[in-house]
């Protein structure tokens, strides 16, 4: 089945993005970012600098280590430049720098209790992801949280961790009663190519509707805060 044939009433795996779809951090991928890029060399407000940042914010979602590897071509330097954007951006969520999306905790809350199972993915590390459910308190707000590293190492715009969220949860028979919710066009991506019923955009990140729906968003939601009404 094409993603979007199937009625959202019967989703029944909801996949949700966590930056900018769940979680508000501020532009922290940007501040660590630079951080990173400072620490190989690449001065804020170069002309190499911005080119890179524009790079980075176009490409919001992708797996980090992806961009890395893009940016700097090369394996080492790519390496590199993500230990140091990881620590960054642990450090910078340690600072208080992160914060649930309005809403969304209530939104999942509601998912669950009428029996979806909903799983947290990310194009962060693990140990980044856990560090930031930690820091809001959400070990036990979800059924699953998952990393690219827990679907064979690629991230989105892969339809992965869509995937591994299917095949390790069993809450659904068929991938098209699965819905992939993110707030960036690779999100989108990840969804449709997963064969997902409902791919859905929100409006609270990176990436406008426009953008989303070039990229495949069946609907597009102001915020993650919509979800329940569309599914339930």
Same mark, same amino acid.
């Given at each position: 089945? /094409?993603?979007?044939?199937?009625? =959202? ?10 930056? +900018? %779809?769940?979680? /508000? ?15 190989? +060399? ?12 524009? $790079? ?13 590897? !893009?940016?700097?071509? $090369? ?20 600072? +208080? ?12 809350? !509601?998912? !669950?209790?009428? @029996? ?19 820091? &809001?308190?959400?070990?036990? &707000? ?10 064979? +190492? ?10 591994? /969220? ?5 809450? *659904? $028979? ?8 993110? $707030? %960036? ?14 791919? *859905? @955009?929100?409006? %609270?990140? =990176? ?9 495949? *968003?069946?609907?597009?939601l102001a915020s993650v805060a919509d979800l329940p009404a569309l599914v339930l």
């Amino acid at each position: 089945m /094409a993603a979007g044939t199937v009625p =959202a009433k019967q989703v029944k795996l909801v996949v949700l993005d966590m930056a +900018g %779809t769940t979680v /508000a951090d501020g532009g922290l991928v940007e501040l660590a970012f630079e951080s990173a890029a400072r620490e190989l +060399g690449v001065e804020a407000g170069s002309e190499r600098h911005e080119a890179m940042l524009a $790079d980075v914010r176009a490409t919001m979602g992708e797996s980090k280590i992806s961009v890395f590897r !893009r940016l700097f071509g $090369d394996e080492e330097l790519a390496q590199r430049a993500n230990i140091g954007f990881e620590a960054a951006y642990d450090r910078l969520v340690g600072e +208080g720098h992160c914060a649930p999306i309005p809403g969304a905790v209530e939104a999942i809350e !509601r998912l !669950r209790g009428a @029996g979806l199972t909903v799983v947290l993915t990310t194009g962060f590390s693990g140990p980044t992801q856990q560090r930031i459910i930690e820091t &809001l308190g959400w070990q036990d &707000l979800v059924d699953l949280a998952l990393s690219p590293a827990d679907a064979g +190492g690629r991230g989105r715009p892969y339809p992965d961790l869509a995937l591994a /969220a299917f095949l390790r949860t069993h809450a *659904a $028979d068929d991938v098209a009663e699965m819905a992939v919710v993110g $707030d %960036t066009g690779y999100d989108m991506q990840c969804g449709v190519r997963s064969g997902a019923g409902l791919v *859905a @955009g929100v409006l %609270t990140g =990176a990436h406008g509707a426009e953008r989303l729906r070039a990229d495949g *968003a069946t609907k597009v939601l102001a915020s993650v805060a919509d979800l329940p009404a569309l599914v339930l």
